[in-house]
């Protein structure tokens, strides 16, 4: 029961820390310290959060799509790299060439952050291959959004993964909008977790503004892959934030965002840690102020970077599987 407490504490910040995050990535966008684009997380938090607490990030893989900053931290990047990387600074997790949308860090297994749409799917059935062929024991993870879910890769990512039954499972955060067209709009099934029937995968809906529900849902799904059947999980979030900054948010009332607030992840794992006593209100308090000193640290720390040289434009572009003066493969 102590570690039950342990981990929920642990969820409970990450997805805080999160939160707070975004919300100074946010303003530093306002202030025109970031460049480019920035995709929020806002809402999200317990997707990221319950499955990464599901799983053994030292054999298992995480990738998603251009909203990434949540699965960053989740997977337990540093926030200063992060915020780094956001502003264009060479002490980013991207030596500042990537951006907001290319956050990567092979160490922890977290390979992006990727920009196109649907992209990252087939390249995560090409890592949960090497996972089976290499015997590694692990299992990959992939994030993409309602938007993706109708490319045409997801469906051959599938199809392959069934037949070479590999260890993946596919998370669709069903965020309600690919951009800002409501999903009901534009697919003809708005169950996503039958779609995988097509090819023998199982699937299931998870409620993803409760991150309980989701780390069970991806501890399952987890010991499914690593039995070699892959998983889709149709996890139901919602966004507090436009799909980018520059996102009017014309297309959904202020009494929709208004009433998944009600729902939100964060103040709901509050409110019942605190009716079972599993933490206090002095603890809480001390949680939100290590993490307002971590992100005012991530912010002074971007500040104080310095910029990439020009030469970096040519640095880690190519990659060889020799050793440097190895004659091999010449």
Known sequence: ?????????RMLRDMALIRRFEEEAGRMYGLRKVGGFCHLYNG????AVGAATALDLSKDYVLTGYRDHGHAIACGMDPKAIMAELFGKVTGSSRG???SMHLFDEKLHFLGGNGIVGGQIPVATGVAFAQKYQETGGVTVV???DGAIHQGAFHESLNMAKIW???????????????GTSWKRVSSITEYSVMGASY?????????????AVHDAFSEAAASARAGLPVLLDVQTYRYKGHSMSDPQKY?????????????PILNLTQRMEASKAITRKEIEAMEEEIEKIVAESVAFAEASPEPSASVLYEDVYASPYPLGSMEGR
């Open 252 to 264: 959904r009332t202020k009494e929709e965002v208004q009433a998944y607030h009600s729902q939100d």
């Open 97 to 99: 060439k990537g951006g």
């Open 165 to 179: 039954e590999l260890p993946v499972i596919y998370a669709c955060e069903n965020n309600r909008f690919g951009m």
């Open 200 to 212: 023998g995968i199982p699937g299931r809906s998870v409620d993803g503004m409760d991150v309980l």
């Open 1 to 9: 029961m102590a570690r039950a407490k342990d981990l929920r504490k």
């Open 143 to 145: 994030f993409f959004g």
């Open 44 to 47: 999200q938090e317990a997707v």
